[in-house]
């Protein structure tokens, strides 16, 4: 053979190689232990059961209780349910699982992990398929089958396994999903946080964006492994009562539209009997299913709704909960309650939702000179104008009462808010909304609280109130104080780039940078605020607006509740949906506005 052929086998034999080393390497779905590229971000998929059981393996100490399901599971919060049962719980969920998956990932952890308690999410999804296999690859921890052909097939297996595990580890660090957490244990997909902040309101708008709501795109789905289903469910409950675990089983809720698809006889035949050795909670229809805001799509509900769900099982009556959202099955009801696959619900969603309007301020002056700075009787004419039409002003903190707990607002209730803190605000605006009975809060940028001027003294700005005018103002129960930020409203008129006047992204910054820097800077007025006036912050009004879906996730995972915006337009509250909190719309007050024209507007944009 000469040299050439030589090297062109060489050449070959690399390149056949390469796949089972890449695939040996990155190790997919852990089946060869490789301890130095074990990355926790991979579990996201079926294909990554082996891999929850390797991470259960290796971390089972952090756990004494599991949360196991498809893949909705993952809306379900482990904190809550920590708190409830005082336990350490581990969220197994597993992408398109049957009842065969679940089984087999309760009874390892049984075997293995002997844990307090089982908590089980399932769908009647689970009893369409069964034992069935959407990947090529076997899973060998729990089928116990590591022969060689096993292995074989995973070192040959697509590279687009292992691809997706770096891009996946990659992305969960840039996107901030969790700090070396596991996925499929304790948070949720990029995914999933970027739907949690995105702003949702009316129904029409919501169902527009997202058209798999149209009834007409579901198949129709028979349970074809309805007993395979019970006896799996059966087991379960043998091994857990065997083993002294407890065990809380719990229909999902479920989009009404898509629970039709499934025959009533059928879930009727399930329920029974289920309800002959086990008693179990049933979210699937109820006035909620039938809303598709509280859905990411079809299959999965809102982790809002998750919460909703653990609230009603464990009884927490701290949030709100709808009367009919929930039932508790036993023998003699399980019949009665499979019917509510067969009922037509209607939407109605005028007893859990409300329209708000919220007006916007910056500063009173005894001159008109600026198109958003009011002249002091101008303002009054406003205020008087609003109590004369019926409007009830209503602060930041009834706004999230009303979405959190359900606490009921007044008629006609209206937002008046003031950026950036001004003194006249404090000097002029204060005495009048007093005077009147009407609420008011003002979003302060924390590093010029006080100041009368911009950093340097040859820098006059208007004057802006201290602290002890704002707990005078809070402590009369008219005002509210809440964050503009601390310093991300800079005046490019007196600062050097890089400067940051809205909440958005540097040039060149990365995600991760911004991230820290806009929970960094909230933070610092938080606590800024709380410390000097007792006033809980939990409100963030964007400067000049400006938001993303980045800073959005930054905001919330500081704590934030409420965030606004400068588009105009009248707000829906959801109770129960925290996004309907976010991105709020507002009204600017220009200064050419009589009384008459601002309630005009008002009405205009209210209907």
């Not at 509280?294 to 609230?311: N, P, Q, T």
């Amino acid at each position: 053979m000469n040299f050439k052929k030589m090297i062109w086998l060489f050449i070959i034999l690399i390149i056949i190689l390469s796949l089972p080393i890449f695939n040996l390497v990155t190790d997919p779905f852990d089946v060869f232990t490789n301890q130095e590229t074990k990355w926790d971000t991979v579990f996201f998929t079926k294909e990554s059961l082996q891999s929850k059981m390797s991470y259960l393996d290796d971390n089972y100490e952090r756990f004494d209780s599991y949360l196991i399901g498809g893949s909705s599971t993952s809306m379900l919060p482990t904190a809550a349910l920590n708190e409830y049962m005082d336990a350490s719980f581990g969220n197994i969920y597993l992408q398109g699982a049957d009842m065969l998956d679940i089984e087999k990932i309760a009874l390892y952890a049984i075997e293995n992990f002997d844990p307090k308690n089982i908590v089980l999410n399932l769908s009647l999804l689970n009893a369409v398929e069964y034992n069935y296999q959407n990947d090529s690859l076997p899973i060998l921890k729990i089928e116990k089958a590591q022969q060689f052909a096993d292995y074989f097939s995973h070192l040959f297996a697509n590279p687009k396994h292992g691809l997706s595990k770096i891009i996946k580890n990659q992305n969960f660090q840039d996107e901030l999903a969790g700090e070396g957490k596991a996925p499929g244990f304790e948070i949720n997909s990029d995914i999933q946080l970027r739907q949690d902040v995105e702003s949702i309101q009316d129904i029409k708008s919501y169902s527009a964006k997202y058209s798999f709501f149209d009834t007409n795109l579901f198949p129709k789905f028979s349970l074809n492994h309805l007993d395979d289903f019970i006896h799996s469910l059966e087991r379960i409950k043998i091994s857990c009562n065997e083993n002294e675990i407890e065990l809380i089983v719990v229909f999902q809720p479920t989009y009404y539209s898509f629970s039709s698809s499934f025959d009533p006889e059928q879930v009727q035949e399930l329920y029974t009997k289920i309800a002959e050795f086990i008693n179990f909670w049933d979210f699937s229809a109820n006035s909620l299913t039938a809303d598709p805001r509280f859905f990411y799509d079809e299959i999965h509900f809102r982790s809002s709704l998750g919460k909703m769900v653990l609230a009603r099982v464990f009884a927490d009556d701290s949030i709100y909960l709808p009367q009919d959202f929930g039932v508790y099955i036993r023998k003699e009801t399980a019949q009665d309650q499979a019917l509510s696959y067969s009922t037509e619900f209607e939407l109605d969603d005028a007893g859990y939702t409300t329209k708000v309007s919220i007006i916007m301020y910056h500063n009173l002056s005894q001159i008109n000179s600026e198109t958003l700075e009011i002249e002091i009787g101008r303002f009054e004419e406003h205020i008087k104008a609003l109590s004369v039409a019926g409007y009830n002003t209503v602060s930041m903190r009834q706004l999230v009462d009303y979405v959190e707990m359900g606490t009921e607002l007044p008629e006609n209730p209206i937002v008046i808010t003031f950026d950036d803190g001004y003194f006249s605000n404090y000097k002029f605006a204060y005495p009048i909304l007093k005077e009147y009975e009407m609420k008011a809060t003002i979003f302060v940028i924390g590093s010029l609280v006080g100041k009368p001027n911009y950093w340097q003294p040859d820098n006059p700005i208007k004057q802006y109130f201290d602290y002890e005018e704002a707990k005078e103002m809070i402590d009369s129960g008219f005002i509210e104080i809440q964050s503009h930020s601390y310093d991300m409203h800079e005046r490019p008129i007196y600062e050097s780039a890089p400067l940051r006047n809205t909440v958005t992204k540097l040039e060149s910054e990365t995600d991760q940078d911004f991230v820290q820097a806009v929970q960094e800077d909230y933070l610092k007025s938080k606590e800024d605020i709380e410390n000097n006036t007792n006033q809980e912050v939990f409100a963030f009004a964007y400067p000049l607006g400006e938001y993303s879906d980045l800073s959005e996730i930054a905001l919330t995972n500081a704590g934030v509740k409420l965030t606004l915006s400068i588009n105009p337009g009248l707000n829906v509250l959801v109770k129960g949906l925290p996004q309907s909190l976010l991105a709020l719309k507002r009204t600017p007050v220009y200064a050419e506005f009589s009384g008459a024209k601002l309630v005009r507007r008002l009405e205009e944009q209210s209907k």
